[in-house]
């Protein structure tokens, strides 16, 4: 027994050191293993940090590669599509090179058969508008008609092409002569374009090449813009008409030929070429009164090229009605009703409010010319607390007066100043000098605006189910702040204020008086920005 | 076909295209029949702006270059210079103005204007000849003797082989050998009769070649120039 106690306690002993021994030893080792493994992470990080940092640059490397390869993808891509373009760009230059070789040889062969003169002198009364213009404004007008179906482009473009050899006084662009300016055939097709400008944008009459008309067209318009020196309204009505007739045959409509529109396989006349300023002058020696300086609209001028339009649509018979009311003619009673409305709004000064009426004188002087031959009065409304029946008797007084001898008078003072040899030989440039200044002092400034009536649009019947209504912008004045265009097709008579400025009382006093005195009016406006958009 | 809702104010049709009566402004809608704006058929479009704002943007250009001169012309009477160096600086705006600014901004064929460019560019350098004459007493001809003779010639002669080679040009080209012709000889006279003192070879030289062109156009192209002649010179 003690043997094995001893034994027990011998092996106790050696058994605890060995554990003592062992647990140093387990120590030890952990402190190895955790310094190995702290070592090892150590290195493990190391390596992994170079293994990034060599990720990273093998990235960096590759994103580098790829952007130059990008880039020379997009070099090759940018350079392919420049010469893509190029080529698009050459082959577009080419095609309208033939087209416009193509375009001279037609023409100038039209020309030829025709027997048409190659250039015109400019007539009497547009000699004033090319020295008339300013930098953002030259006299353009608009006349526009608003169709019941909608229009086809491709159809409208050959009805134009085919439409204007007959109408060679329109097909025109200005050149600049030593003594005068002159027309001559432009040598640019006519572009049919899309309605996107503000009504009569003005032409670049410094392009010596450039069309002085337009035809835009939208969904349901058709329109026609012309520069005031090739002719005046109803001129552009007759050469609008024609286009139309042309446009619809083009369509598959049957329209019944009638005297009002003009066949486009016709010869052009010389009488629609004519100056009739310069046929029928004589030398009645008349004078014209004197005039004084009118009453001015005024108001916030907008942005140059920007023009405000109110179209209001009124009925031609209740109108005619309210017109037998007042015992006058429908012209009479509308402007009359517009110098009212501006006599009101008038508070001070001496000026009168003068409203210039253009006068057609192809009526009266059976003259067939498509440019420009009309005449003006001018009238006046002052006096002392008028009513609208006052302003009534005073334009039904001065339109009484207009007779052969007054419309005589008007054209022998037109052309006595164009006839003088002394005026004939003064170089271009200093009489253009000279019109402009007779235009800014004589011009504009006589007048408060302008009241252009077209009048009722003469067309064949098929035409009424065809079109819906006819408009005339006359566009921005000069140095007026207002003009305002009339016309009328079957019942419908449109009125358009065209405005320079921002405030429109006029053109509210003036529908609101139409409506007070029974008239239906619809209105439209131009500013859909404005006043709504979709 | 067109609808209209009714303006209250004003007692007209206002077409339904439209929120407010284009005559008063007021809101034409009604809100509680949830009404919103259609488009009718024949509405207006609504117009781009590009144009208006490109051509506000020419102004201010053109309005900035005019104040640099005003600027330059009213800092030189403040602190003045013997001689006043304004006159160089707005006579330089405006040769600038004509020949380059305004054919761009107008898109107008710089060929097409050379004829304009070059009387120009030779009056420029006159005036320059003759204010320097004036205010620092430097010998006078050097420009109206040589440089605007030579200038003239070089141009009558780009203006005839344009003519020549370009059918595009050729009537614009034509015209100006005409105008060169006629305004040469002018220039060769008063370089004879004004200023007999100064060298008049150069004169005779732009004169040759203006009407040795003008006859040779008229040998190669006589219809043309003729037609030409009658239409610009039409009284």
Redesign the interface.
């Known amino acids: 027994m003690k043997k094995e106690k001893v034994t027990q306690l011998k092996f106790q002993e050696s058994h605890g050191e060995a554990v003592v021994i062992d647990e140093k030893i387990d120590k030890k080792n952990k402190k190895n293993i955790k310094k190995e493994n702290k070592r090892s992470e150590k290195m493990l990080n190391k390596q992994e940090k170079k293994a990034k940092a060599q990720l990273k640059k093998e990235q960096k490397i590759q994103k580098k590669q790829q952007e130059k390869l990008e880039k020379e993808k997009y070099k090759i891509n940018y350079f392919k599509k420049l010469e893509i373009l190029k080529k698009i760009n050459k082959e577009r230059k080419e095609k309208e090179k033939q087209e416009a070789i193509e375009y001279e040889k037609s023409i100038s062969s039209i020309y030829k058969k025709r027997k048409i003169a190659p250039w015109l002198r400019i007539d009497n009364a547009g000699t004033i508008y090319p020295p008339a213009k300013r930098r953002h404004w030259n006299f353009v007008y608009r006349i526009t008609a608003v169709t019941i179906n909608k229009v086809n482009y491709e159809t409208l473009v050959k009805a134009v092409e085919e439409i204007l050899p007959r109408f060679p006084s329109f097909n025109v662009c200005l050149k600049k002569g030593l003594f005068w300016n002159y027309f001559e055939r432009a040598p640019r097709k006519l572009q049919v374009i899309k309605d996107t400008d503000f009504p009569c944008t003005p032409f670049d009459l410094s392009d010596t090449n450039a069309n002085l008309i337009r035809v835009i067209y939208d969904d349901y318009k058709i329109a026609f813009e012309c520069f005031h020196a090739l002719s005046d309204g109803r001129g552009a009505l007759v050469f609008l008409n024609a286009l139309l007739n042309k446009y619809f045959i083009l369509t598959g409509e049957h329209i019944e030929p009638c005297d009002a529109i003009l066949n486009s396989k016709d010869m052009p006349t010389s009488e629609e070429l004519e100056d009739s300023f310069l046929k029928y002058v004589n030398n009645d020696k008349t004078k014209r009164p004197k005039e004084r300086r009118a009453y001015k609209i005024k108001g916030n001028n907008l942005e140059p090229g920007v023009v405000n339009s109110i179209v209001a649509e009124l009925s031609v018979s209740k109108l005619k009605k309210i017109a037998e009311a007042h015992n006058c003619s429908l012209t009479a009673l509308l402007a009359a009703a517009l110098g009212y409305v501006i006599y009101k709004k008038k508070k001070t000064g001496k000026k009168p409010v003068r409203i210039s009426v253009p006068i057609d004188l192809r009526t009266r002087f059976a003259s067939k010319t498509l440019r420009n031959f009309s005449s003006y009065i001018n009238v006046d409304v002052e006096g002392e607390n008028l009513t609208l029946e006052d302003c009534i008797q005073i334009f039904k007084d001065n339109f009484a007066k207009i007779n052969n001898d007054y419309l005589q008078a008007n054209i022998n003072a037109n052309v006595k100043l164009q006839t003088n040899f002394f005026i004939k030989i003064i170089p271009r440039v200093l009489k253009s000098l000279i019109l402009k200044n007779a235009f800014n002092i004589w011009g504009e400034d006589y007048q408060t605006l302008a009241f252009s009536n077209l009048g009722v649009v003469k067309a064949p019947k098929e035409f009424e189910k065809l079109i819906d209504r006819y408009e005339v912008n006359l566009g921005k004045s000069g140095y007026n702040t207002k003009s305002v265009g009339l016309i009328s097709f079957c019942d419908k008579l449109v009125i358009t204020f065209s405005s320079n400025i921002e405030e429109n009382e006029t053109e509210r006093d003036y529908f609101m008086l139409l409506a007070k005195l029974g008239a239906e009016v619809k209105i439209h406006s131009n500013r859909r920005d404005i006043y709504g958009t979709l | 076909m067109?609808h209209?809702r009714k303006?209250s104010h004003?007692?007209?049709?206002?077409?339904s295209?439209?929120?407010?009566?284009?005559?008063?402004?007021k809101y034409v809608l009604n809100d509680e029949k949830n009404e919103e704006?259609e488009?009718n058929?024949?509405?207006?479009?609504?117009?781009?702006f590009n144009?208006?704002y490109r051509?506000?943007w020419v102004?201010i250009i053109r309005t900035l270059f005019w104040i640099a001169g005003a600027i330059c012309l009213i800092i030189n009477l403040i602190f003045k210079t013997k001689p006043y160096y304004f006159p160089y600086v707005i006579t330089a705006l405006v040769m600038i103005s004509a020949v380059f600014v305004t054919p761009f901004s107008?898109?107008?064929s710089y060929v097409?204007n050379i004829t304009k460019s070059s009387v120009i560019i030779s009056l420029f350098l006159i005036f320059i000849d003759a204010y320097d004459y004036f205010t620092m007493g430097t010998t006078f001809g050097w420009a109206l003797s040589y440089s605007a003779p030579m200038i003239l010639s070089a141009t009558v002669l780009a203006a005839a082989i344009i003519c020549i080679v370009s059918r595009r040009h050729e009537v614009d080209m034509i015209k100006s050998v005409g105008w060169f012709t006629i305004y040469s000889v002018i220039y060769f006279l008063v370089v004879l009769f004004a200023f007999p003192e100064l060298a008049l070879w150069p004169s005779l030289v732009f004169m040759s070649v203006a009407t040795g062109w003008f006859l040779l156009l008229q040998v190669i192209k006589r219809n043309l120039l003729w037609?030409e002649l009658r239409?610009?010179?039409?009284?």
């Open positions: 067109a209209y303006c004003c007692n007209v049709d206002v077409s295209d439209l929120s407010n009566c284009p005559l008063c402004g704006i488009k058929k024949y509405s207006f479009p609504i117009y781009s144009e208006i051509a506000k102004n107008k898109k107008q097409k037609k239409k610009n010179l039409h009284i």
